[in-house]
């Protein structure tokens, strides 16, 4: 059974910094994409970040661009997502993701097994 949890959200301020976590089991960690979403209220799930199996490639929505940096350790089977220069447009639950591919996608179906999320607020 694929569990995937995340961690390290929180309440912080316009400008600062957060570092997600997300540990993965019961799945072969280093064999598929990994991806972050975010959920605000009364929004629909949408992708902020993703890495391929080897964390060679990565691919970002246009929003985080240059503030987020998504990354992985295949042999801790963790998956990260580092977050500078927050904004309050950032404010929602952020939710990892297993691919069931190789292969990076962006959408919601391009993913098979989902954590159950991690707030992060963001003040102004």
Do not use: H
């Not at 976590?21 to 019961?26: F, L, T």
């Not at 959408?107 to 999320?117: F, V």
Request: hydrophobic residues 35%; glycine residues 10%; proline residues 2%.
């Amino acid at each position: 059974q694929v569990q995937l949890v995340e961690s390290g959200g929180g309440l912080v301020q316009a400008g600062g910094s957060l570092r997600l976590s997300c540990a993965a089991s019961g799945l072969t960690f280093s064999a598929y994409a990994m991806g972050w979403f975010r959920q605000a209220p009364g929004k629909e799930r949408e992708f902020v970040a993703a890495v391929s199996w080897s964390g060679a490639n990565t691919m970002y929505t246009d929003s985080v661009k240059g503030r987020f940096t998504i990354s992985r350790d295949n042999a801790k089977n963790t998956l990260y997502l580092q977050m500078n220069s927050l904004k309050p447009d950032d404010t929602a639950v952020y939710y990892c993701a297993a691919s069931l591919t190789i292969y990076i996608g962006t959408k919601t179906t391009d993913y098979s097994d989902w954590g159950q999320g991690t707030q992060v607020t963001v003040s102004s």
